[in-house]
């Protein structure tokens, strides 16, 4: 693979590089990427970059993966269309 | 380890970093002790827009100087915190609302701001794709805009360890002692005492629990706000809408293309909460697309909510207290943000120099408290 070019959000195009930058910069827990980066902020809301990341920050600092804390969760689980959520059909006029 | 300082900062949000930021910028020895990590209280999960249309000289002194920084954050700080001036448009419904705008407008002309009451159709012209039957017109400002709070937040950090400064995150004061009626040293929960002549109170929310460790009750009561983003899409409209109307909500489109917004829940939701509730998750999908309509093509990503922390006049509190040394910059009700890089500038000036720089009746602890922030 090219260096620097290593994907490892795909939602908001971060790199394994700037993972470990931002680590080495001190945002040593997932919250902290999240906000440095970006990482868990995008479309997938962490479901791919998380557990990629837990990995980056368990080589790194010599932790098990498992004492990692993860990212809050937040609502709703996966992208909802607004139009679902006020309950609008397809092809409905407004 | 050094636990001596000219100046101890209790917040890593945009209050505290900015104060601690413009401190080392002047060589003063500063230390930032934040409880949890830097942005994790209220900062963390404000929208991030920016505005000027306030109704009291201060107040919009404070935020065109805050936005004469983030114009210029990139140099500042070292890094793009995505700025851009897209605008606040105020909309205004009913007669009431456009009395108030016009009122608020008068006084920021008088002090130099580039707003105006537009028609309704200019309305339309900026914002084409908003659905707005019965809309009189609107107060705009096409200076106001947005930026992003983690890189704003993460840029004075960055420099305020260059410039020397210390900040220890996970420690959380639980002790703040006195010698005589000066502030003395703070205790963590790590058991960990650090000295300074000077102490400033700068935990958002947390402030009056903060102040209630010596003994000094400020009215500032937390209350929570929940907030809500989109995928990203092209780019829609330019300003951040607020529609005060009853079922009204306000937001922007990020210029990395997120549509994000709020609503201010009536009545209001007291406490430091940050769980968030079925109904606006619900609620603020029909508001926002209520006004524009399109918006129900797009998906939402995220909600999640946070705390305003309010005073009973809407303005904030940045003030030294009656115990010497001991200060208090707090009640930022909800604008903490945007007010940062001026508060934390002249809140540095006065640690120096004992001069505020402006008029600083409106942010005394010892005012009346009276009125209410028209613009709220």
């Keep these: 693979m090219t260096e620097g070019k290593r994907i490892v959000c795909r939602c908001e195009d971060i790199t394994y590089e700037e993972v ?15 906000r440095a980066l970006r990482c868990g902020m995008g479309t997938c809301q962490g479901r791919t970059c998380s557990r990629i990341i837990t990995g980056i920050i368990a ?16 609502p709703p689980l996966r992208p909802i269309p607004i139009k679902a959520l006020i309950g609008e059909k397809d092809g409905e006029n407004r | 380890m050094e636990r001596t300082a000219d100046v101890i900062i209790i917040g890593g949000g945009a209050i505290g970093l900015s104060t601690a930021y413009h401190l080392t910028k002047r060589k003063v020895k500063t230390i930032v002790i934040e409880k949890n990590y830097l942005t994790s209280g209220s900062t963390g999960r404000c929208i991030g827009g920016v505005r000027q249309q306030y109704a009291t000289p201060t107040t919009i002194k404070i935020a065109m100087e805050s936005v004469d920084f983030f114009k210029c954050a990139e140099e500042e700080l070292g890094l793009d915190v995505e700025w851009y001036a897209g605008g606040y448009l105020f909309l205004a419904f009913t007669e009431d609302e456009e009395k108030t705008f016009k009122k608020a407008i008068e006084i920021q002309q008088r002090n130099g701001l580039d707003v105006s009451f537009i028609s309704a159709d200019e309305c339309f012209k900026i914002v084409p794709m908003m659905y707005a039957p019965g809309l009189r017109g609107g107060a705009y400002c096409p200076s106001d805009g947005q930026a992003d709070p983690f890189k704003v937040c993460y840029g004075f950090a960055k420099r305020i360890r260059e410039n020397g400064g210390r900040i220890i995150s996970s420690s959380e004061v639980v002790e703040i002692r006195t010698k005589g009626n000066k502030v003395h040293s703070v205790i963590t929960n790590n058991g960990e005492e650090f000295f300074a002549d000077v102490v400033v109170n700068a935990a958002g929310p947390w402030a009056k629990d903060l102040c209630r460790l010596v003994g000094l009750d400020v009215p500032i009561e937390p209350e929570r706000h929940e907030a809500m983003i989109t995928e990203r899409v092209a780019r829609l409209w330019d300003p951040m809408l607020v529609d005060y109307r009853p079922d009204g909500s306000y937001f922007y489109q990020r210029v990395t293309g997120q549509i994000i917004g709020c609503y201010t829940p009536d009545p209001n939701v007291p406490g430091i909460r940050t769980d968030s509730s079925l109904e606006f998750f619900f609620e603020m999908p029909r508001r926002m697309s209520n006004l524009v309509p399109a918006l129900s093509q797009v998906s939402v990503l995220r909600h999640w909510a946070g705390c305003y922390s309010m005073t009973p006049d809407g303005s904030p509190i940045v003030d030294e207290t009656e115990i010497e040394g001991f200060f208090i910059a707090g009640g930022m009700c909800g604008h903490g943000f945007m007010f940062s890089p001026a508060i934390g500038e002249h809140l540095a000036n006065y640690i120096v120099e004992k001069d505020w720089g402006l008029p600083w009746d409106e942010f005394k602890l010892t005012r009346e ?8």
């Design chain 1, 20 to 34: 470990v930058a931002a680590i080495e910069e001190g945002y040593t827990t997932l919250e902290e990427i999240k």
């Design chain 2, 369 to 376: 408290f009276k009125g209410k922030e028209a613009l709220r």
């Design chain 1, 59 to 74: 080589r790194m600092k010599k932790i098990p993966p498992n004492e990692i804390k993860q990212i809050t969760k937040r």
